[in-house]
């Protein structure tokens, strides 16, 4: 199983910015979906965003939509996922998820994504 690396994680006042990135032990090409996922104490996850490493066309969530970007650059096996105007709904522990299939119609389900890396926290103030 490939390791997914979580990193970039902080503390930061609202309104701010944050970077934060997922990285592959071993990239494999057919793994097309990278997703991420967060979880606020108490709640269950909630997608933000995935990428199609292929094509990397995007989707994300409302609730982000305009203020956070995922990309992953040509021959970089890091995914990044770029916050902007955070606010303190958007505390969570943050998690990258991948699988195979790369669909609009279960982008957003977790239960799709069989493998998850161990999360990195961001909390705003």
């Known amino acids: 199983q490939v390791q997914l690396v979580e990193s970039g994680g902080a503390s930061v006042q609202a309104g701010g910015s944050l970077n934060v990135s997922c990285g592959a032990s071993?990239?494999?090409?057919?793994?097309?979906?990278l997703g991420w996922f967060r979880q606020a104490p108490g709640k269950a996850h909630e997608a933000v965003a995935a990428?199609?490493?292929?094509?990397?066309?995007?989707y994300y969530a409302d609730s982000v939509k305009g203020r956070f970007t995922m990309s992953q650059e040509n021959d970089d096996v890091k995914v990044y996922l770029h916050m902007m105007t955070l606010n303190p709904d958007d505390t969570a522990m943050y998690y990258c998820?991948?699988?195979?299939?790369?669909?609009?119609?279960?982008?957003?389900?977790?239960?799709?994504?069989?493998?998850w890396g161990q999360g990195t926290q961001v909390t705003v103030s």
């Open positions: 998820a991948e699988k195979n299939t790369w669909s609009g119609r279960t982008w957003a389900d977790v239960g799709t994504y069989d493998n």
């Open positions: 071993e990239y494999i090409a057919s793994r097309n979906c």
């Open positions: 990428i199609s490493r292929l094509t990397r066309a995007t």
